[in-house]
Every structure is written in structure tokens, then in C-alpha cells.
């Protein structure tokens, strides 16, 4: 029988005992359990891009895989556990949205997290992620069935930070999700909403920068010329050949982005 | 049977081949064994850093696991390899204090680690993390009892990074031990130590800078304010809420925490 | 039966989805798979990097491990995708010569991986880690024959980074390889090409700095003093008792570093 797979994506930084704290925590609850760490490294309280990391990630991975998302600062509130399965796996999150990108996409059910049973006792205010999170997820990896964890809800948080917003005839206002370790800028447009950009012509907009070029892999520009990408996501990414568009162009993740289509 | 689990907890950091060339000796010796980073983010050569992050995270494993601590700037000098049994589990780690804060809490056992036939030959000056370390962790895991690996000692070190020193009537000087991802400011002041701080009034000073209110979770003080509070580790922390407390006062690790209690 | 090991050595950092998602494709051919990650902090597209790593940390594994290595700059151009049989291991690779310190020192049998039936369909244009070299490692840990992907190829890139090259009758011309997290400077001078360094008395320049003192561990020298060590990996290093000699010299990966023997 397989092992069951159990992926963490975290804003708690590799510096600290906190990932380690909730790998003890899971092993004791699913001794068999294979973990995964997607990336610890999501900027602190940053939820979108907490959101978009596990929603790049989860499809690569075999049916029947848990996903543990703990980006969290509202941890000590009232924002309430949540677990949804969708397209044959499971996510467990706080409900702040950091699973929208992915139920965005896909079928999906949602339960709150209410079964004290399935916590570890006693529930510190400060540290869900082990006491709340990771053992439901080991609970869920060790075979326990959502049900068990707590009731279907339909009032779960829709955010809207995955699509960019028409602004005009010809123009779209989006935003920077992510910029990856290449500095690569990775935008909110997905390639498949905008097929045809490259007969019709257009500008990507970044502060006081303009991109009006399409490149089809990562050599194909000269060294220093910006361009507009597809990346592996399906996003479009605005990118610089061996360098870092993000450098250039000075801009983080949040900032606008925005698109004219000819 | 459950696969034994090995932690590894050192100052090597990521970016070399140093971690990755240890467990390649470990799955070498223990095939079966379950290997868990709790950090390799320890700021070189800092053990009372190493000596805090294993003292979080150990009690969260089961039975058995074995903890692999490196942080070890005396390698090629005479300082001595040691083999602790404390709390149902093993460590693994130079004898330089880096295990103080646990066996400061737990009844514990220490033997020096000197059968040579548990060595990987020939043993390097430089990497005895790769050659002593790893290996007797490996043995270990793999069923090995700590008394193959040599004799019980008693005088291994004993530091007191661990709390903070009375130095008035109504005042502790203390130390920070840690700055996390997050910023908070982890002191060596103990909550169960000083139970009753808020009833009482209290200032907690680090520099400059004076902290007098006393949160129960992260979200409840104003943005920018600086709050004291009980961390999930049980020592106070100075921190702000969705905000790093660290770059506001502008401080590190080892640096002086006065309290004064009204 | 032990699990196949499978070590992963990229440039693709820990903030991104990249490494996550490549392990959920090698879990979803190869559930067996014991992953272990050498470094995924190679500097951007630095191959000579990568290939000191590889080369560092494969001989300290078990036999029939696999090592897929991925630093490609040229991904969706014309380079090619090679396994190579070499030391009783596998290593999957870019034919870019990330893994020429590896043939360099081993006997080596290098293929084509051209057989798309093992590849992550479609392939997309900038992704071949995930698409391409994570599915031909997955299918070597679970069992495939190196020839089932391709034929042998005598044409793969042979690039000359790994060894200093004699410049006059006392001196020889070298380059930093590695800086590492401790700030030694690693260099290309391999200590047992210079067995007499000590007697003879030597200069190593790297810029302005000028070390002539050979030592034998770290905790030798005084505080603040530059000395050359043969470190674990065998290569000479430059190093400073518990202080950054990177720091103090200024000084990056790839600049050189000439040897003068008296």
C-alpha cells in the first residue's frame, strides 16, 4: 500500500523549529505519512501568495494527497479550520482565503474544522499549525474521512485576488501574485483568457515600464529586453533572459498590473 | 514497525552540500530511517541558538527519535562527541552546551560517543557532522544501543544561556535567545516563572526600549504597538502585531532583557 | 526491499512551488522513492556551481542511487537531456556539463534521453525539471533501465572549470568554485595535486590578499587571520578562524585565485 503524501506550504521560514514542530506532531498521529514541503517561504501574512503557491502545486501531485496551508495571521481570532476536498485530494487551511485558487477551478466541498478529538491538546493561541492544522491533516492522512473533522459549510471566504478586472474597452487591471527566485514577475492573467495577443498587438503596463513583446521560451529575446511569457503556470510572466525582470523594474508581489490589448 | 525518525538540527545552512552528503551516510547505515529537518538556519557557530531551537522542538516526537545537533565550531579541536538518552528519546551532538537547555529539564543520561568502529573512515579534520555525528545517529536509529558508543560521563558542560539571572529586588537580567521569521523577540524569561506579571505591572527593557503591556494573542494590541507575550514555546516574547518587533528595536540574538516587576 | 534514494540538486531556491511540485510527479512514478535534497540554492544558471555540488556530495550515497541535477540555462533551446551511469549511480542531467566533476573523475556511460514515452506530457517550454529530467529519475528509482530512455552519446559537453591551469614554472592559475555558508572561499586547487605546499612554502592572491599559512583545522589560527586549509572535500579552501573570509577578502564565486610556489 502506498504511503499516504502530506504537502506543507507555510509562511514559517526555515530558520525557526515551527516546520519541524508540526513534522513531529504528524509522524506521531501517521507514522507512514511521506511529507512534502511545497515552500516555507511565503512572505509573512501574505495570503495571496500563499494561494497561489499550493494552486501551482496541488494538480502535480497522486489522488488521495493531503495539502496542509497554513498561512495564518488571524491564528488566536475568531477565523475558523477548515478542510475541503477537491479533485480527489484534501486541503486543510484556515478559512482566509488561501485555499480560493483552488476552489476557484475546481468542484470542491468545504467542512469547518470542529472536532476537538482531532486536536492536540491543549490548543495553544499562538500555534495552530501544530496544534489544529497538522493533526487534522495527519488524522486525514492516516485514513480518518472529512466527515468526521466537522460540517459541510457554504459561508467559507471568497476573496477575488485570481482574475484580472476589465477597465476599459481595450484594458485590464491586474496584479503581481509572485515573484519567483529567477525574479521572474508573475501576473494574475492567464494565457488561456487572452489567446490571441500576439496577432492583435498589446502593452503590459508595470509602473512606468512597457512590455509589448511575446516570447515563446526564455532565450528567444536579447540579453536585457523585457518580455511577456507564458510561464509554466499558465500565467503570463514578464521576464528577462539570465536576469531578473523584478530588478529591473523594481516592483513586488501586490503591485498593478495592467493590460491594453490593440 | 515504524520507521525510526531522525532529526537534524545544525548551522550548515542550504545553500551547501554539507546537509544532503550527511543523510546520503545515514540512509547508508539506516535505509529505513525518517529523516526530519527542524533547521540548518542556526546563525554559525551560535550554540545557545542551536541549544534553544532542539529544547522547542524534541518533546513534540515520539519515542525513539533521534536527535542529530550540530552546531560545532571546536571540530578538529579536543572537544568531546556525546550520546544523551533523556526524555525516551537519544541526541546526537559535540559536548559544547548545545544540548544544555534540554537536559536542563529532563533526567537524563550522557555517554561520551568513542567507539571508533561506529566512525565513517577515515575521520576528516573539518567534517565530523559527516564522519562521527551522523554515523552514531545513523547507528542509532538503525537499533544500536548508546552503550555501544562508549561510557556514561558526568562532566560534560553545563552553560547557563538558559535564565535570566536576579540582579535587584524587583529585577532579572535576561537575554534574547532567538529572533524568528516573524520578528518576534524571544527572551529567556520563562512565563511559568513569573505568573504573575500583568497583576503586578511590569517593564521589560531592551535597549532603548520599554515594554509594559502583556497581549494573550497576536491580533488583540493596536498595528505598531510593541506587546509582551506568552510565545507558544512558553517563554515571553516581544512582539507587534503583523509586524516585525525585531527590525523596530533593531536588535539580535544575544543581546541584553531587563525585567522589572512592580 | 530498501527504497530507492532519489537527491535532487537545483537552482530553483525554496520560495518557489518548483522543487514541491517536481517531488509530486517522482511520488506519482515512484511512491517508493526516498527523496533527500542536496541544494536547491544553486546561484541562478551557475552550472559550474551545480557541478561542484553534485560532485561533492554523490560518493557519499548507497549504490544505485539517482541524482537528477537541474541548472539549465538553455531550457527550450537546442540542449540536450542526458543520463549517465557512473560510480554505481545514476544522474540525470542537462547536457550542459553540470555533471562534468563527476566525469571527470569517474568511469562513465552517457545516453540520450530521448525516449518520450518518459516524459510528463505535454512538455511545456519552460519547465523541463518537472516535465522531463524529475519523470526519467522517477522511472530509474522504480526500476527503468538507463537504456530504455535513449542511446549512448560520446558527443556531450566536456567544459574545463575544475582544474587550475599552470600558468608559469611557480605558478598556476585557478577560480573560486563555491563560497560557502561559513564564507570559505573554495577553491579549484585540489590538495593532492600539491602534496608539498607546507614545506615548500607557497602564496595563494586571491585580488590584493596574499595568504602564504597552511593549517590544519579551523581553530588553529588566531582570530582575523586568513590561512588556506585542505577542507572536507579535498579541494584547498581559504578560510578565517569562526569569521567569513568571503567577508573579509570581498569576493564571489568564479573569480580567480593564483597559486605561487616557492
Known amino acids: 500500500m502506498p504511503k499516504p503524501i502530506l504537502t506543507l506550504t507555510t509562511d514559517f521560514g526555515l530558520s525557526d523549529h515551527y516546520v519541524g514542530t508540526m513534522k513531529g506532531v504528524i509522524l506521531g498521529i501517521c507514522p507512514r505519512a511521506e511529507m512534502v514541503d511545497i515552500s516555507h517561504q511565503v512572505s509573512p ?12 502545486a496541488y494538480s502535480w501531485f497522486p489522488p488521495k494527497t ?5 498561512v495564518d495571521p488571524g491564528v488566536g481570532t475568531s477565523r475558523r479550520p477548515i478542510v475541503m476536498e477537491a479533485a480527489g485530494q484534501y486541503f486543510v487551511a484556515p478559512d482566509n482565503g488561501v485555499l480560493a ?3 476557484a477551478r475546481e468542484k470542491h466541498k468545504i467542512r469547518l474544522i470542529s472536532n476537538e478529538r482531532y486536536f492536540r491538546q491543549p490548543v495553544s493561541q499562538t500555534f495552530h499549525g501544530r496544534d489544529i492544522f497538522a493533526p487534522a491533516a495527519a488524522h486525514l492522512a492516516a485514513g480518518a474521512t472529512p466527515a468526521r473533522l466537522g460540517k459541510v459549510v ?9 482574475k484580472p478586472q476589465r477597465s476599459g474597452k481595450r484594458t485590464w487591471s491586474g496584479r503581481i501574485l509572485k515573484i519567483d527566485r529567477f525574479g521572474n514577475i508573475i501576473t494574475n492573467f492567464h494565457a488561456s483568457d ?11 503596463a508595470i509602473g512606468p515600464h512597457q512590455i509589448g513583446t511575446l516570447a515563446h521560451h526564455y532565450a528567444e529575446s536579447g540579453p536585457g529586453e523585457l518580455f511577456l511569457i507564458a510561464g509554466s503556470s499558465g500565467y503570463f510572466e514578464v521576464s528577462v533572459n539570465q536576469g531578473s525582470a523584478a530588478k ?15
Open 66 to 70: 493531503v495539502h496542509l496551508v497554513v
Open 248 to 262: 529591473r523594474i523594481g516592483c513586488e508581489a501586490g503591485a498593478a498590473a495592467e493590460l491594453t490589448v490593440w
Open 194 to 204: 487572452f489567446p490571441d495577443l500576439e496577432r492583435r498587438g498589446f502593452t503590459m
Open 101 to 103: 485558487m483552488v476552489y
Open 45 to 56: 501574512f501574505e495570503i495571496a501568495e500563499g494561494a497561489w503557491l499550493i494552486a501551482q
Open 154 to 162: 457554504e459561508d467559507y471566504l471568497r476573496p477575488s485576488f485570481d
